[in-house]
């Protein structure tokens, strides 16, 4: 009898140690901007850190506007590959999935919404943000159509309404969205939405993934100094803005040799451009349009067009910016308000750049020697063709070119050339000679 309670009390100390689950670790990311190659590379380094420290879930918390259509085929590809299920929940309240961030929400493992948000607004369209023509927009549409409605099919969602979302841009609140299966879990934190999804199980894989409110143990993800830089140049003003002043840089130390700091400054400008440049969908048109607008402003200093080179400069400028960028989703595109702006102040300063040097060329040289020519000089000793005068202050050898004209002492002079260090005069009273020198 005595060994039966031993053994009972040795089972009433273990029962609640084993009976006590593991916790669920699920690290969250937030990606509340548009979609790019920046957020592409953060939502990859989340899932590998996710991995390496073991978690159970990687949850993305979402508020975007849209984004680079490529990026988003690659997150999407990387949450279907996923080893570990990917829950998105669209949030805090006034936050939007819109665009390319619909597509987000249709791949992962779990969506939830929280109150006041919205998602939709997926059809693609052009560089300047207007509909594309009839036949490229049900290429393109066709295409994207085929994406959502695939992986919305194989999560059990509302495929029909993803697909209206691409081919009518349609939007719906929080609370539409879940009668209409669109999400599974409404939900005003993160933490709530976890939980949610714990209590309804979670399609993973050939299985559900089941756990406690309990047991939830939910970490960040710091995306670090690296993502935040690379978030602000992948932005395509920024970029834009960086290749002006590149260009700008550039061009002032090329007209004024010397001046060190705009080259310098031109040259940080313009290489961090081209990085920013070479990942994003760039048209090379675009860039060699910017170029030659420069060359024109350039040659403006060389050739007399009175101002036709450097309107055709302008209008490279802004061609070239307008087709500067490239994808269906029309985060990328400039928009206008944005262009006048900097080619304004852009071409404002090139143009008093190019004043400036043509000036400059264009001025009789105010230093030297040959800054004489045209003064009245007063002659101090003279014999012959040959005596000194009084210029400036200062005595200097001269002669005279009229064989019929012999100065006076005190008489005032004109000087009408230099040869080497003796001065060409002439009286006051005559038209002056032609420049010998």
């Excluded at 709530?192 to 894989?205: D, H, L, S």
Aim: proline share 5%.
């Amino acid at each position: 009898m005595a060994r039966l309670t031993l053994v009972l009390f040795a089972l009433l100390l273990v029962l609640p140690l084993s009976a006590q689950a593991a916790p669920f670790r699920v690290l969250r990311v937030d990606l509340d901007a548009a979609i790019s190659p920046a957020q592409e590379e953060m939502f990859g380094a989340a899932l590998n850190e996710c991995l390496d420290r073991k978690c159970d879930m990687l949850l993305l918390v979402l508020d975007t506007p849209g984004g680079l259509g490529e990026s988003m085929r690659r997150m999407v590809k990387a949450m279907l590959n996923s080893r570990v299920p990917v829950g998105v929940w669209v949030g805090p309240s006034g936050a939007r999935a819109a665009s390319a961030g619909v597509f987000l929400v249709a791949a992962s493992s779990v969506a939830g919404m929280a109150p006041q948000t919205t998602i939709g607004a997926a059809s693609p369209v052009n560089l300047g943000g207007k509909d594309m023509d009839e036949t490229m927009a049900r290429k393109v549409q066709n295409d994207f159509m085929s994406l959502v409605r695939g992986v919305a099919e194989a999560k059990g969602r509302n495929a029909a309404w993803y697909a209206e979302a691409v081919e009518k841009s349609v939007s719906i609140t929080a609370h539409e969205a879940l009668k209409a299966r669109v999400v599974e879990i409404a939900a005003g934190t993160p933490e709530e939405f976890v939980a949610g999804a714990g209590e309804r199980g979670i399609p993973f894989k050939d299985g559900t993934v089941v756990f406690s409110r309990d047991d939830i143990r939910l970490e960040s993800h710091d995306p670090g100094f690296r993502y935040r830089l690379l978030s602000w140049l992948m932005h395509p003003q920024i970029a834009y803005l960086l290749l002006l002043g590149g260009m700008l840089g550039l061009f002032i130390e090329i007209t004024h040799p010397g001046t060190v700091f705009p080259g310098v400054f031109g040259g940080i400008c313009l290489l961090v451009s081209m990085y920013a440049l070479s990942v994003l969908p760039t048209n090379i048109a675009g860039i060699l349009l910017i170029l030659f607008g420069l060359v024109l402003f350039g040659l403006e200093i060389k050739i007399v067009s009175y101002g036709l080179l450097s309107v055709g400069g302008v209008s490279c400028l802004f061609f070239g910016t307008v087709i500067l960028f490239r994808d269906e989703f029309g985060y990328l595109p400039i928009p206008l308000s944005a262009i006048f702006g900097p080619l304004i102040f852009f071409t404002v300063v090139v143009g008093f750049v190019v004043y400036l040097v043509a000036k400059a060329q264009r001025k009789k040289q105010a230093s030297g020697m040959v800054s004489m020519i045209g003064l009245t000089g007063r002659v101090r000793h003279w014999s012959g063709k040959t005596g000194t005068i009084l210029v400036r202050g200062e005595i200097w050898a001269a002669k005279v070119l009229q064989s019929d004209f012999t100065p006076l002492v005190e008489q005032e002079v004109k000087v009408v050339g230099i040869s080497g260090l003796t001065l060409d005069i002439e009286p006051c009273n005559q038209e002056p000679l032609a420049d010998k020198g």
